[in-house]
Every structure is written in structure tokens, then in C-alpha cells.
């Protein structure tokens, strides 16, 4: 007991830290904080464009590690991420079809302009994960879900790759949307990203009886007598809700949302009251320091934050992976 | 008699009072434009700091004698060559919203498809969304650039009059032979093809040379290879990024074009004078022209 709440702390802490540590991290260095006071262009820089940006991660992060922990406990597998009911797809295909439609008619324009790209994002991500309990034909199979989850990524990936043969010009805009970047993220879309984080985290707590009571079988989940049924919908709700929102705002971020249920675990063996908290808090630190490193590694240029999450956390998770077999 | 004068030094005050009146607000006088997306942006005064984020508008401010006015460029832009000092502030795409707000740019002009768009308005920079596609579109930018930088109408008319000129010439160069000459524009090796209805496509047909392409096939059709075996073209044109084993395409040796060696491998700056809609284009369709000159029989 004692062990998690310090580590709570740790990972709160830290990323306390590195909070701090992102005001001074950017294009120009950390010549905006010297002269923010006299400069109100670097005022804005810092707090208008660093601050949000830098919580901005943190939440991503957040609501990516806590979707991920959720969804391995639906799913009672420990491969399961938070895409694997086809938010990701979804939201890729929606992005794709308003780029592409940016250049067909001046009425699509006006509507893919009013509605802007992260709020097609998010319909396309929530689109999807409907389609795909649709198909599954509700949420009482596990087993189906998560194959319809599969069929709709496949498809919805594959009517991408059809937008883009058709309307060659969306590939490098759809490419920018695939690696994911913090850099778009003002104080708007934080708060946005952190009201849902705390809804859905207030939710998840809630319903983690029901995720200790799948880990240990359906059928037992069953004999405890919970109502599974709408509880499982209420589950699958919070995952749509916080990846559609991670994903909106910053596009296509990997393997956050599966590592970081994963590090948390190989601290502490706990429940998943604890774990979806802990697991948000471990995701945002993840994201936060690897935007750091997007940002710092070679300023003024800038790596972006989806392909470093892929190599490290990939590369984290390797290694637990060996240690663990050796 | 003295009231007749008094009315008259009068008038002429009014008159006086009333033109410089005129000429103050003449001065003072925003400046306004609708950009592609559709959207009014008003801007207190000739900008006189500009960052350009995709390398034709550089290029349109450039031709436009603004050059001086460009305090940063996208990673892209690399012509005229004085805008290789410039700051680089990312990509189009992927533009550093942080060093271009630390430029304090009056103006920011990029594409219409630029994902930084939203995200600069909010922070109170002024953005034009510009998408040069076609001919008539780079006609239609040059404009709406002249305007956004406070020059007269004169300006970008007598700039796109120099490039049409260029254009008619590239094309008396080419023998009437071109007619009956059918060309293939690769894209890239995915194949894309370059159609009819594409910048390049136009060019083309402002030389006289046939596409293989037909325009219902859209700007940039993903073909089958099998299409340009099919087409035989008598010339093809290509990047040299993508010429690459080419000619080593099943079937592909029996193309008219590659047994005639009749084939133009443009260099990467030569590639991005062709593909980029802007003021370059009189040089672009030249380039293509000294290609057909090469290989057709006067």
C-alpha cells in the first residue's frame, strides 16, 4: 500500500518537474524566460505557447495511459491499447476525408473549416468505436469486441489509404496527423483534454471493481454479481472518450497507452482503483518527457513527439521484457 | 468684390482641408483580403514582416521585389537564394509555432492544408491561407499576395504579364512535331502520374505536347504501370529521385520513350522549379521544353 501512494508521488512529482523544466525548452532556448518580463512577445511565447503545450503533454499522456489500463482490463489482455476499437483509424480517416474534401467543394470547405480537423478527429474516433460495438453487436463478448475492433481498424485504415491514392495531395498533411505532435496544443485544448481526463478518471475509479472482477474470469466477474452488461458500455464509453480526445488534439500518439499500464505494474502489484490513476499519471510523465525531447534534441528543429514515444517506449518495454526472462 | 474672395480662399481651404483629409486616411487605410478559406483578414498596415511557410509564396513575395520584407521562411523554401538566411521555422506541415511567433510577424502566409493555421489565430497572428493548384491559380495568389503586402494592382499584373510572356516563348521554341509527341510526367514512382487537369499537366499543354493522361483521370492518378506500357509514350519526364530502375520495369523496355532513350531526368532543383505553382513556372515549362527540344526531329 505504502509502495504505491509513493509512488504516486514520484510520478507526480517528476512530472512536476519537468513541467518546469518545458517552460525553458523551445526553438529559441531559455532566452524567453529572461527576458519575458520586458518582452510580451516572450511573455506569450512561455505562457501561451510553452505552458499549454507542456500540460498539454502531460494530459495526452494522461488520458492515453489511463485508456490503456482500462482497455487491458476489458479486454483481460495485456497487449490491448487503447486503439484497439478503431479510435485511431476512425479519427485518421476523418481527418483524411476533410483534408481531402478541403479541395473538392467550397461547401465542404466551409463545414470542414467550421468544424475544424480535431473536432473531425473526434467524431471519426467516437464514429468508429460505435461501428465497431455494432458489429460486435453490443459488449457482452470480450472476444468479439475486440476482433470487430481489429476489423474496423483494418477497413477504416484501409478506406484511408484509398482517400489518399485518390487525393494525392492530403499525403503529407495525413503524414503530419500519423506522427502525432504536441505542438498545436493552446490553453483551449488543454482544458478540453483536462476536464475529460478528470471525468473519465473519476469514471474509471468508479468502475474498477468490475476490472478486478474480469481479471479473474468472466465467469467469476459474473458470480460476484455485478451487473456486467452496462457496466462493460460504460467502460468501453470512457476508452472512446479519452482516446478520441488524446488523439484530436494530437494526433496519432504511440504505444503510451500500452507501456505505461505495463511500467506501473512492474513497480507494484496493486488493484485497479490504483492502477487506472497510477497508470494516467505514469502515461502523462511518459508523453510530457518524451515532448521534452522532441522539443530539446535538435532545436530549433523539432522531432515529432509520436515517433519518439514509439522508440522509447518500445525500446523500455524490450528491456522489461528481457530482464524479466533472464 | 472682398466677400467674393473671402468665399472663394474659403473654397479653397475646404478643398485643401478635405484632400489631405483624404490622403490621411488614404494612408492610414487598412488593408483587406480574402484569402483562400474564404476568410476576410484585415490588416492595420503594409506588413513589413512576413513569414512564408510554403515555398511558392516565398518565391511570389520574392518576384514581387519584397524579398526584404521576409523574416522567416519554412524548410522548403530555397530560392532565391538570399532566403537561405532566413530562420527556418519547420515545415508546412509541421510548422514551429513557437519561432514563428518569436519572429512577430505581421503576416503569415501559408497553405490552405497547414495544420498550424488555427493554432497562430489564436494567438493573435494574422494568417493568409493560399493554395496555388492550378495556372490560374498562381495568377490569383500573386493578386491577393500583391494586396496583402500593400503594392498596387500594377505589380502582380505586370509580374504574371513577364510570365506568360516566358511561357508563350518556352513554347514557340518546340517544333510543331510536338503535336503528335505523347508524354509521361512521373510524379513519382508510386507511379503518380502528372494529368491533364495538374500544373504540370497544363504546362504541358501550353507547349502543345499530348498527355497520356487523359483529365478525367484527375490532377495526380495512381496508375497501374500497365497503363503507361499500354499508352507508349514517346517521352518520358521524371525526377531523378524516382528515374531509379525505371527503365528496368517489367514490360517497361518496350516503351517507345526508353527504346529511344527519350528521357528527362530532371535534377531535384530542376524537379522543384516544375512542380512548385509559382512565379517559376516560365522557367518550369522552359526546362520541360529544352527536354522536348532534345529529343524531337525539328
Known sequence: ????????????????????????????????????????????????IRAPRTLGAWAAGALLGLAGAVAQGLFRNPLADPFLLGSASGASLAVALSLAALGVSPFAATWVIRLGLTGAAFVGAVAAVLLTLTLARGVQHTFRLLLAGVVVGMVLGALTSMVTIMVPEVLQAMQAFMLGSTGFVGWSAWSIMAVVGALCLVA???????????????????????????????????????????????????????????????????????????????????????????RGLIAPQEIPVGVLTAILGGGYLLWLMHRRSS | MWRGDFQREAKALWVALCVMTWALVGQAQPIQVVDDRGRTVVLPSPPQRVVSILPSLTETVCELQQCHRLVGVDRFSNWPASVESLPRVGGGIDPNIEAIVALRPDVVLVATSSRGTDRLESLGVRVVALEPKTHADV??????????????????????????????????????????????????????????????GETLTRLGAQNIIPPELGPFPKLNPEFVVRANPDVIMVGDRNFAGLTDRPGWSRIAAVQRQQLCVFSVDEANVIVRPGPRMAEGARLMADCLNRHLAP
Open chain 1, 1 to 48: 500500500m505504502q509502495r504505491t501512494t509513493w509512488l504516486a508521488y514520484g510520478l507526480f512529482g517528476a512530472a512536476a518537474m519537468l513541467a518546469l523544466l518545458g517552460l525553458g525548452v523551445g526553438s529559441l532556448g531559455l532566452e524567453p524566460i529572461w527576458v519575458m518580463l520586458a518582452d510580451p512577445v516572450a511573455a506569450q511565447i512561455v505562457w501561451d
Open chain 1, 204 to 294: 474509471a475509479i468508479s468502475l474498477s471493481k468490475v476490472l478486478d472482477g474480469l481479471s479473474l474470469g468472466e465467469s467469476t466477474a459474473q458470480s460476484l454479481g455485478l451487473p456486467l452488461l452496462p457496466l462493460r458500455a460504460a467502460l468501453v464509453a470512457v476508452i472512446a472518450l479519452a482516446t478520441g480526445t488524446a488523439v484530436a488534439q494530437t494526433g496519432l500518439i504511440a504505444f503510451v497507452g500500452l507501456a505505461a499500464p505495463h511500467l506501473v505494474r512492474a513497480v507494484v502489484k496493486t488493484t485497479y482503483s490504483r492502477l487506472v490513476g497510477l497508470s494516467s499519471l505514469m502515461g502523462g510523465l511518459l508523453l510530457l518527457s518524451a515532448d521534452l525531447l522532441a
Open chain 2, 139 to 200: 495568377q490569383r495568389v500573386m493578386n491577393t499576395v500583391a494586396a496583402v503586402l500593400g503594392l498596387p494592382s500594377g505589380e502582380a499584373q505586370r509580374l504574371w504579364k513577364r510570365i506568360e510572356a516566358g511561357v508563350d516563348a518556352a513554347a514557340r521554341s518546340v517544333p510543331p512535331t510536338v503535336r503528335q509527341t505523347r508524354v509521361y510526367f512521373e510524379v513519382n514512382r508510386a507511379p503518380y502520374a502528372a494529368g491533364a487537369a495538374s500544373f504540370i
